[in-house]
C-alpha cells in the first residue's frame, strides 16, 4: 500500500468528524464488558490477599489493552475497513484474553499471556506500518513503544511457565514496565523519547471514550447485583442489601458525571497540549476509577449473599477500599480539570470517612458496612453539589495554558 494510501487510514483533524466515536469501537468495548465481568466473578469466587493481587495485576493488564487501543483509534480512522478489521482481529484476541482471565494463575496461563502480548504486539506493528513515511514523530513515538511492549512482553510469556508465586511476580513486573512507560515517555536508548506535544490527539474523543468505560463498568455492576439478587430469597436484608448497592451505583454516577465528565471535556478540548491531560486525567487517574467500581461490585454480590455474616477485614477490604479507590481517582482527575488547586473537600472528606468506618468492621455485620460505603458515597455526591452551588465557577473547566 502506498504511503497517500496509508495516509488516508488516519482521522482527519480538520474533518467534522475527527473526534466521533464511532460504532466499531463501542462494538470493541463489548469485550471488555466481559473482562469487566470475569474479573468481578474472579475475585468474588477467590476473596483473599493473595487473590486481590493477582486480580488487580490482571486488572492493569486488561486497562493497558484497552486505553491503549483507545489511544490509537484516536489517530486512526474507525470507518476504513482495514482499520474495522484490525479491530475485530484485536476483538477476537481480546476474548481469548478474557476467556483465560478466571484460570489465569493455574491452567490457562499460557493462554492468557499469549494472547495479550499477541494484542499488544498486534496494535503496535500495525501502527508502525500505517505511519511510515506519513507522520515521522508519531512514527518514532511507536518504534519506543514496540521497545517497551517487547520488554513487558518478555516478562509475560516467561511468567506463563511458572507456578502461581512465581507466576504472579513476572506479569507484576510486566504491568511494571506498561505503567512505567509513559511516565517516562517511552525513553529508549538511541531513540531518544517521546514528548505529550507530538501527540496530536482530540481530546474529546479520549474524554467520551473513557466516559463510556466508566458507564461499561458502572453497568457491570448492575448486572453483577441483579445476577446476583435473582437467585437469592428477597428477605429484608437481601432487599436492603439491594437497595444499598443501587444507591452506592447511582451515587458513583453522580460524582462521576454530575459535572466532572463535562468539565474534563472542555478542558481537555481546549488545552494547548491535549496530550498531556489525556496521559495523567484519562490514562492514570481512570485507573482507580475503574478498579473500584469493579471492586465494589465484588462487595456488592457478597453483601447480597450474606448480609448477616460478620464483616471481617477481607470484605472490609472490597467494601470500604471500592470506593476509597473511586473517591480518591475522581478526585485527582477533578483536580487536573478544574480550576481547583487543591483536591476536592468532599471527596477527601469521603475518604477519611471510609478510613474511620475501618475500625467498626469487628463489630458490625456485612450489610452495615456496606450501607455506612453506600452513605459515604451519597455524602460526597450532596456535598459536591451544595459546593458547586456556591462556587459555580468550579463547575467550568480550567482554561487552557
Known sequence: MSTASRARLFR???GEDSAKVTNIELFFDLVFVFAITQLSHRLYAHLSVWSMLE?????????WAWINTCWVTNWLNPDRPLVRILLMVLMFLGLIV?????????????????????????????????????NAENFANFQRIFVWMLASAIFWIIGAFYPVHL??????????????????????????????EDWDIAGGHVAERCSGFIIIALGEAM????????????????????????????????????????????????ADDPG???????????????????????????????????AGFSYAAVTLGGPMLYITGTALFKRVTSKMDWLPISHLVGVGLLLLAVATVPFVSVLALSLMATATLIVVALWERAALQRHPELAEAEPAA
Open 12 to 14: 482527519q483533524r480538520d
Open 55 to 63: 486480580t488487580l495485576v490482571l486488572f492493569l493488564g486488561i486497562w
Open 98 to 134: 478474557s476467556g483465560a482471565l478466571t484460570d489465569a494463575f493455574s491452567g490457562a496461563g499460557f493462554m492468557l499471556a499469549g494472547g495479550y502480548t499477541a494484542f499488544q504486539f498486534l496494535r503496535t506493528a500495525f501502527m508502525l506500518w500505517a505511519l511510515r513515511g506519513v
Open 167 to 196: 507466576r504472579l511476580a513476572f506479569w507484576a513486573i510486566a504491568v511494571v514496565i506498561e505503567f512505567i512507560g509513559p511516565v517516562v515517555l517511552f525513553r529508549t536508548p538511541g531513540l531518544g523519547k517521546s514528548s505529550t
Open 223 to 270: 448486572l453483577v447485583t441483579g445476577a446476583t439478587l435473582s437467585n437469592l430469597n428477597h428477605d429484608w436484608a437481601t432487599t436492603t442489601a439491594f437497595a444499598s448497592a443501587f444507591l452506592a451505583s447511582a451515587a458513583m454516577w453522580w460524582i462521576y458525571f454530575d459535572v466532572g465528565a463535562k468539565r474534563g471535556t472542555d478542558h481537555i478540548e481546549n
Open 276 to 310: 498531556k491531560i489525556a496521559l495523567s486525567a484519562y490514562t492514570y487517574f481512570h485507573m482507580p476509577i475503574v478498579a473500584g467500581i469493579i471492586i465494589s461490585a465484588v462487595s456488592d454480590a457478597m453483601a447480597l449473599s450474606h448480609p448477616l455474616d460478620p
